[in-house]
């Protein structure tokens, strides 16, 4: 077999049973290319987790189908082993064959706790280093070992010097790999065993990416000061306390050395380092290090978006690429949008013309990938999420972790990836000791409040709740619903919305309440901002930022982690500045008219409105009620009359669809007199 999947995806051939039971206690179907596969053979997927929800989509989706001679092809997949298939529903178990799927049979001769801790994704690396290497037997520890070298490309007995440890750890963390708890484990141990690198601090660089970019930050200016020393030999005074350093470990890296300097321009391009000023930054500026220092910020700005757009060319998702390629795609793509409009009349017809063409590659390759892969996304694990209504089922794991664990969801309505950009960068300026660990999710099509905000406060998808999907006011009891499914009630839930101007006391009197665990709560003020824009994405990005520099987010992020909450922080949706293509003139027919999607009752309605606008899409009900049809506006258009523009949302674009999920954290006073005596 060419890959893994194969030993799984051969068992699924059209129209031998119409539903298929699957205990599948590793969750192998629900790894994007094998969900992919089972659609392309025309099969459907519903996970067995609750069962009121089960019943509610088999009933409505396939069995009333099945009843009027439709055939179609379903799976019901258990996450349990074999023996549990059993205690599905009896009408389920006499209609359906049963299959069997689970990693060791995959990989009998690696260690299967090992082999399950890997993403699902890279499973093919080790697939293809078990049939090339043929591996004997291997305990933990040898599988550990395997894993790390054939699927990670980590060699920890040939890491000697600093410059091979930095080289591993930039290709990890640049590339955002997510290793196994149980991998890095091992490493941190070889490494130790071997004598090397003692004063490193190996526990929070190597397992954490935000904590390893800051280590290289809080050194680089000390590289600069060895530079200087070069190019005008003279006394560099290197005391940690002079540079206040906030991670322990050596003083001096190198940044110089091939291997990692090759790095080094990547890293400030694309804003996971930042320039620092220099009072050698005359002679500097001639070197190669000029990347990492600032001198006048609009040559800065045009530099960092000059090669932004060259290096982000090249790395466009394909096809068949996953989620977070797309994921790692939207944040750099994110950041030439904010680069654009800080430099405003300032840029070059020349750098328009290369981000509107770079824009004409991205629109069509995005929603190419979307067509082929949004309709597995929503069965991914909730952890880490890849969906908004995954977010509440990785918050409850946090909770159940401790009894004194407390979380809060702040939901940012309408917030789109650049515009988190320019508040991080507003509340980074406020407060100092902030961290953000920074991904992503995608919202839900079609990208409005009703649909997207709902699950992700439901954690569920909207087909969960067909009654409320054109409004929002079930919103508070779908969150305190899922809340009380995981056995929290009463005081422990708490919930708001419209928030964002001076009603801080209110937020502060709502999580006075001592028995609180869990707070939702809605900040809408992005959402009006943009309701009323008329000055486009630039005006977007002006007011996003006067909005953030008073103060409303930072006073709330300040209360909650005084109050011991772990701080989780997303949006519904994105927008995009869109022009007119005409309006429909359907009257009252569409449930809803937006500008950037209309939705109607039947097919027959939504393909009439369609006639007048070909290049319109008509969505499939992925995840959505049956008569629930939409109709998104063609790429970067909007249903409004033509020669007008509007920043608006509803359909598919990066900026609609990929939205931030931050976790807020912050950093630790250090003591360093504690530490010099420990």
Known sequence: MSNWRDQVLKEFTP????????????????????????????????????????????????RSRWDRGEQTDLVVVLRSGANDLGSLPYDLLQAGRRLYFNLGEIFPNLSYPVVAALDRGDLDALFRAQFQHKPSNMGDNATKEFALRHVFEIAPELIKQPSDLLRVLLRRHYRGQRIPAILDQRFIQVLRQNGLFEEWPLDKIVTDREAFFAFLQERWPVFLDRMAAIEQPRTVREDKAVYGLQYSGPLD????????????????????????????????????????????????????LDRLIETIRDTIPTGDARHTDWFRFGYAYAEISVLEHELGS????????????LRLSVDPAFLTWVQDRFAGLHNQPPVPPAMLHHIPRALARKVSDSREQKVAFLLVDGLALDQWIVLRDVLQSQRHKLRFRESAVFAWIPTITSVSRQA??????????????????????????????????????????????????????????????????????VDKIMHGMELGAAGMHNQVRQWAMQGFMSDLIDILLDQGFQIFLSSDHGNVEAKGCGRPAEGAVADIRGERVRVYSDDLLRSAVKERFPDAIEWPSFGLPDDYCALLAPPRKAFIRAGETIVGH????????????????????RNMQTERET
């Open 15 to 62: 129209q031998v049973a119409r539903l298929t039971l699957v205990a599948d206690p590793d969750g192998l179907l629900l790894e994007e290319d094998i969900l992919h596969g089972i659609r392309e053979r025309g099969f459907e997927l519903i996970p067995f987790e609750d069962h009121v929800a089960f019943r509610y989509a088999y009933e409505s989706k396939f």
């Open 346 to 357: 300032g840029l070059s017809s020349d750098v328009r013309e290369r981000i509107e063409s």
């Open 253 to 304: 890296l190198p940044f110089d050395h091939d291997d990692v300097r090759v790095y080094i321009d990547n890293l400030f391009i694309e804003g996971l380092l930042h320039s620092v000023s220099h009072e050698n930054a005359d002679d500097l500026t001639s070197t190669w290090v000029e990347v990492g220092i600032q001198t006048d910020p609009a040559k800065d700005r045009h530099r960092r």
């Open 456 to 525: 992700a406060f439901a954690g569920k998808p909207p087909i969960y709740f067909p009654a409320s999907i054109n409004t929002t006011n079930k919103e508070q009891y779908l969150w305190t619903q899922f809340w009380a499914d995981q056995g929290l009630t009463g005081h422990a839930v708490t919930y708001a919305k419209g928030l964002g101007d001076s009603n801080i006391d209110k937020v502060r009197e709502l999580l006075s309440y001592p028995k609180i665990r869990v707070a939702g709560l809605v900040i809408d003020k």
């Open 650 to 669: 509803g359909g598919i674009s990066i900026e609609e669809l990929i939205v931030p999920l931050i976790q807020i954290e912050r950093l630790p006073v």
